[in-house]
């Protein structure tokens, strides 16, 4: 029993493998929607498998390094899992793994709080708690108007015209933020904004006075199901913060949700970010996950 690199004709097993076990993990590389449809083990998507005597996967390890992450100078995983409950495999993974992320600051991976057994097997292998996440559920029935002071205007993303607006809005504001602190560029939100999980006029822009000063995204997600859309990348600039201004943007989102039939709307928040969820909570969302983010160091590796 040893890693062995995936190969390509082993990649239906490997998806298959993660959609058995997608609920004892992070779900966010696991999409059938894009992500599990899209993946191939290559530089980019390293990736290994353990199996047992009948060659069946029984562990599995995969790290996401697309240019996001590299220019943080760290990498995701997106599964790191084994259906045997063994430190060694773990070890193995981990192990096998390190040889492509050398160069990498750090390496990090969520897992539902609930999954004690799995934070249990990384923290042996050195991970360090890093951070606490929240998602959050809004039923839609009813949604209070935005309720904009004047000169202040929220327009629909435009392609084309919006995409550096849109980057130093979200670069600025999230420079703090664990986990969102990467920064992005115009080519990105591009491919964001013509992705699968688009939805038109889901993404908006606050203005005042005709300068750009806040966003929030709303997308589809498969895992979710129909009746729910993900409210995203809420920021506003800070010299605009404080104003009510986020307030306003979530409910802009929430109401645009409701016209286009959603039933319920779902947000994410990190635990250290109190004022956020403090607002979320105030305009009736309610907690229905948590998840743990583990991260490794690798200069002490």
């Known amino acids: 029993m040893k890693p062995e690199v995936l190969s390509k004709g082993r990649v239906e097993d490997f998806k298959n493998y993660c959609r058995k076990h997608k609920l004892e993990v992070d779900q966010t590389y696991l999409h059938e929607d ?5 993946f191939e083990p290559n530089e980019n998507n390293p990736t290994y498998i353990i199996c047992n005597d009948k060659n069946e996967i029984t562990a599995a390890a995969s790290v996401v390094l697309n240019e996001y992450y590299r220019r943080g100078r760290t990498g995701r995983f997106r599964i790191f899992h084994s259906a045997v409950e063994d430190a060694d495999c773990y070890n193995m993974l981990f192990k096998a793994i390190t040889k492509h992320i050398e160069g990498l600051d750090s390496v990090f991976l969520h897992i539902p709080s609930v999954n004690e057994k799995l934070m249990r097997f990384v923290e042996g292998l050195g991970f360090r708690v890093e951070r606490y996440s929240y998602d959050l559920l809004r039923e839609l029935m009813d949604v209070p108007e935005p309720g904009l002071t004047e000169g202040y205007e929220i327009k629909p993303f435009k392609l084309g015209r919006d995409e550096k607006a849109w ?90 949700a409701k016209e286009k039939g959603y039933k319920r709307a779902v947000l994410n928040v990190n635990g ?3 004022r956020a969820k403090t607002l979320y909570l105030d305009e009736g969302f309610k907690q229905i996950y948590a998840s743990v983010c583990y991260k490794y160091y690798l200069k002490d590796f």
């Open 167 to 256: 980057c130093d809005i979200r670069n600025i504001s999230f420079a703090h933020h664990m986990g969102s602190n990467i920064p992005i560029t115009p080519e990105m939100v591009a491919e964001q904004m013509t992705a699968v999980d688009h939805i038109e006029g889901g993404a908006m822009l606050l203005y005042h006075k005709e300068r750009p000063v806040g966003i929030v995204r709303g997308v589809k997600d498969e895992d979710m199901g129909p009746e729910v859309m993900v409210i995203l990348a809420l920021a506003i600039m800070p010299g605009y913060q404080g104003k009510g201004l986020g307030r306003s943007m979530l409910r802009a989102s929430l109401g645009f």
């Open 272 to 274: 250290e970010n109190e």
């Open 34 to 38: 894009e992500d599990l449809i899209d």
